[in-house]
C-alpha cells in the first residue's frame, strides 16, 4: 500500500428512480457509505496518511469522537487550533474548528492498519465503549481523555509534538483534497453523460474542495456544486453570505459530522469563484430526508448525509431551476452518499425524538 494502491474503493454509481421522480431529472447516487472505513472519508485521509507512510512518519494521531445515542454527549465545541506538528506537518494549514469527530478518526485507524503503522486516537470520556471498540477493531491505540472532544484535540495535539506523531486534520490539506478529488473521476469513468449538477454535503469543506478540483482535472469545471449545510453547522454559507471566513459561535445542528466552526478557506475561496451554490436545511428536513431514503434505498446514512439528500427530499433542486439558478431541463443530478458512521436504529430514534418533538 505504501506503494500507491488507494485504501478507498471504487463505489457503486446507482440510478434512483426514486429520487429521480422527486427530483425531475435523471438522480445517481454516488454511494460512499460503502468504502472500507464507512464513509468518503478514506479517499483523503487514506491518500495523506500513504504519503505521510512514504516519507517516514512513525505514527499518526488524531482525536475522535462520534454522537452517542440517547442523549449522551460526546461533542465539545470546538476551541483549540488544530497545530501543525512533526515532519510533515509544517505545512498544515491552522484552521479553527477543525474536528475528527468519528469518521476522520475510523478512517485514520483503518489507514493506519493497512500501512502497519500505529494510529493513536485520543476520545474523550463521554464516549461509548461500542466507539471505542470500532477504533480498537481497526488496530489503533484508544486513548481517553478529558470529558469532550476539545479536550481530546489538545491532548491528541500534544502528543503530535511530545511523541513526534504525524496530526492527521479531517479536512484541511491539499493532500486531502487530493485523494477525495477521486470521487470526480470515477464519476467520469461511469457516468453516461456529463452530470447536470453534483450535490455535496459541507462540513469544514474538505470533500467540496476535492470535488471541485476533480472537476477542474476531468474538464467538468461548469459543472454547478450545491453545497448543502444544515442550520447550526453553516459555516460556509455564513462566509459566502459575509463575504468573508466566518467563525461560528458554537455548532447547534444535530448533525454534528458537519459541525465545523469555521470552513477551510479554499472552499470559501473556490465557493466566491461562481460555481458552487450554498444552500442550508433544517436538522428536521436532513431526518426526513434520512428516513425517506431508508425507506427508498433500504439504506441508512447519518444526518450530515441527509443534509445532502434533502436538496431532492425537500423540492430544492425545483426552486433552484425556479430561481434560474439551475437550468431546465437539468442534466443526471449526481448526489454523493458521503455515509457516516454516526448512525443506528437507536440513533435515529434519538433523533426523532428530539427533533420531531
Given at each position: 500500500n505504501m506503494s500507491g494502491h488507494p485504501f478507498h474503493v471504487d463505489t457503486p454509481l446507482l440510478e434512483s428512480l426514486a429520487l429521480s421522480k422527486r427530483a425531475g431529472t435523471p438522480v445517481y447516487l454516488k454511494m460512499d457509505n460503502a468504502q472500507p472505513s464507512g464513509s468518503f472519508k478514506i479517499r483523503g485521509i487514506g491518500h495523506l496518511c500513504q504519503k505521510a507512510a512514504v516519507s517516514g512518519c512513525k505514527g499518526f494521531v488524531c482525536s475522535s469522537a462520534l454522537l452517542q445515542v440517547m442523549g449522551k454527549e460526546s461533542w465539545g465545541s470546538h476551541g483549540p487550533r488544530d497545530?501543525?506538528?512533526?515532519?510533515?506537518?509544517?505545512?498544515?494549514?491552522?484552521?479553527?474548528?477543525?474536528?475528527?469527530?468519528?469518521?476522520?478518526g475510523l478512517a485514520t485507524a483503518y489507514a493506519a492498519r493497512k500501512l502497519n503503522i500505529p494510529a493513536t486516537i485520543v476520545i474523550p470520556g463521554s464516549t461509548s465503549d461500542l466507539v471505542a471498540q470500532k477504533l480498537r477493531d481497526q488496530g489503533a491505540n484508544v486513548q481517553v481523555f478529558g470529558k469532550v472532544w476539545d479536550d481530546a484535540n489538545e491532548e491528541a495535539q500534544r502528543l503530535s509534538q511530545t511523541e513526534g506523531l504525524m496530526?492527521?486534520?479531517?479536512?484541511?490539506?491539499?493532500?486531502?483534497?487530493?485523494?477525495?478529488?477521486?470521487?470526480?473521476?470515477e464519476l467520469?469513468?461511469?457516468?453516461?453523460?456529463?452530470?447536470?449538477?453534483?450535490?455535496?454535503?459541507?462540513?469544514?469543506?474538505g470533500l467540496l474542495c476535492g470535488v471541485v478540483k476533480g472537476l477542474k482535472e476531468v474538464g467538468w469545471d461548469d459543472v454547478p456544486v450545491i453545497a448543502m449545510e444544515t442550520?447550526?453547522?453553516?459555516?460556509?454559507?455564513?462566509?459566502?453570505?459575509?463575504?468573508?471566513?466566518?467563525?461560528?459561535?458554537?455548532?447547534?445542528?444535530e448533525a454534528k459530522c458537519l459541525g465545523a466552526k469555521t470552513v477551510c478557506s479554499q472552499a470559501f475561496d473556490y465557493a466566491r469563484e461562481g460555481n458552487i451554490i450554498s444552500e442550508v436545511v433544517s436538522d428536521q428536513d436532513a431526518l426526513q430526508a434520512v428516513e425517506l431514503f431508508l425507506d427508498d434505498e433500504r439504506v441508512l446514512v447519518e444526518l450530515a448525509c441527509g443534509a445532502g439528500l434533502a436538496a431532492v427530499y425537500t423540492g430544492l433542486i425545483q426552486r433552484l431551476q425556479d430561481r434560474a439558478r439551475l437550468p431546465r431541463p437539468l442534466g443526471p443530478l449526481v448526489i454523493l452518499v458521503c455515509g457516516g458512521s454516526s448512525i443506528s436504529l437507536a440513533?435515529?430514534?434519538?433523533?426523532?425524538?428530539?427533533?420531531?418533538?
Open positions: 497545530q501543525p506538528a512533526g515532519p510533515l506537518q509544517r505545512s498544515l494549514p491552522e484552521t479553527p474548528g477543525n474536528s475528527s469527530r468519528g469518521n476522520a496530526f492527521i486534520p479531517p479536512f484541511d490539506h491539499p493532500l486531502v483534497w487530493q485523494g477525495h478529488a477521486s470521487v470526480v473521476r467520469k469513468a461511469f457516468m453516461p453523460s456529463k452530470p447536470g449538477a453534483l450535490v455535496v454535503a459541507v462540513g469544514g469543506g442550520k447550526g453547522a453553516d459555516c460556509l454559507n455564513a462566509a459566502v453570505t459575509a463575504g468573508k471566513l466566518v467563525t461560528l459561535p458554537d455548532i447547534t445542528s440513533q435515529l430514534n434519538h433523533y426523532r425524538n428530539k427533533l420531531q418533538a
